[in-house]
């Protein structure tokens, strides 16, 4: 069994919630949707977790994870940075966000040696996943996988979500990742912006992805593309799942999709907190209100 990392990526600002949802409470344990991530990574041999998070969250950040984990695997802090661009570029006047998911695991690259995941801080995967995602990466090899969950089992009770719908091959390596808004319940199937409508069968990416290290070398380059065309974007952002995506269209990776049939739990809205801590109830050991 191969030394495994998890890459955290923690900066996100939350906008659709109104607040810092990854360090957002359930339970009369006060436990976070990151504490579940932690304890699972745990439980299926991962031995480092590198948490990517933006200096103004630095002290409650740390002060949330202060003495749970650092004896328990080796923990580490990085920080993605707006400002933290190749060719010594700045962002453009008014940005405030990163640059993306992309960015946020390629801020991770320096404490990166061995195979890794990265995962969303605020989003629950459910156990079984980080087992199967730790099984593809001790087998060896150059591929990379994604957590493909079925997108009945991702969506919001309280309001639309971003899901990006794989398409994949018979041998179950994905030909392609496309990004949906707005997905949301619509009578017998699920609806979205772009006006495409789905059976809910679907599997879907949550971010939950295994890689070899040398995909930040991939990663890195395509973010330099990134950067000169969009330099001057106040919004615009650099999404890992499209780093993939053109990797595999470019020829220079393949990845599997290893469907998992675990129930997403997450706080895209502030409603949602209640549901969340319903199914905690239901389905983890030890939780209670």
């Known amino acids: 069994m191969s ?12 906008s659709r919630f109104g607040g810092l949802k990854q360090l957002s409470t359930f339970g009369k344990n006060n436990e976070t949707l990151l504490d579940f ?9 991962f031995e480092k977790a590198v948490f990517v998070i933006r200096a103004d969250i630095e002290k409650p950040f740390r002060q949330a994870l202060s003495g749970k984990y650092e004896n328990l695997m080796d ?4 920080f993605q940075d707006l400002n933290d661009l190749p060719f010594g570029l700045k962002a ?20 990166i040696d061995e195979p890794f995941l990265a995962i969303n801080a605020d989003d629950y995967y459910g156990p079984s996943s980080y087992v199967k995602m730790a099984e593809f990466l001790d087998s060896g090899g150059a591929d990379y996988a994604l957590a493909g969950y079925r997108l009945k089992n991702t969506l919001s009770k309280n309001g639309g979500v971003s899901r990006g719908v794989c398409s994949f091959d018979s041998d179950m390596f994905m030909t392609d990742i496309r990004e ?9 199937g699920v609806s979205s912006a772009e006006g495409a409508a789905f059976t809910g069968d679907e599997l879907v990416s ?6 070899r290290r040398e995909f930040m070398d991939l990663l890195a380059g395509y973010f330099e593309d990134f950067i000169k065309e969009n330099i001057n974007e106040a919004k615009k952002e650099f999404y890992l799942p499209f780093a993939v995506n053109r990797a595999v269209n470019e020829g220079r990776a393949r990845v599997r999709v290893v ?3 675990e129930v997403w739990q997450g706080v895209t809205y502030k409603e949602d907190k209640s549901v969340v801590e319903d199914f905690l109830l239901r389905n983890r050991r030890g939780f209670s209100l």
């Not at 495994?4 to 996100?12: F, L």
């Not at 990163?98 to 695991?105: D, L, R, S, V, Y």
């Open 3 to 14: 030394r495994k990392s998890i890459v955290v990526m923690a900066a996100g600002m939350g």
């Open 75 to 78: 923990v580490r802090y990085v």
């Open 180 to 188: 949906y808004t707005d997905l949301k319940l619509c009578g017998a």
């Open 206 to 211: 949550l971010n939950f992805w295994a890689f």
């Open 37 to 45: 991530v932690i304890q699972d990574a745990l439980s299926a041999g």
């Open 259 to 261: 469907p998992v049939d």
């Open 92 to 111: 453009p006047q008014g940005r405030v966000k990163p640059w993306g998911t992309g960015q946020a695991a390629l801020s991770a690259a320096g404490e």
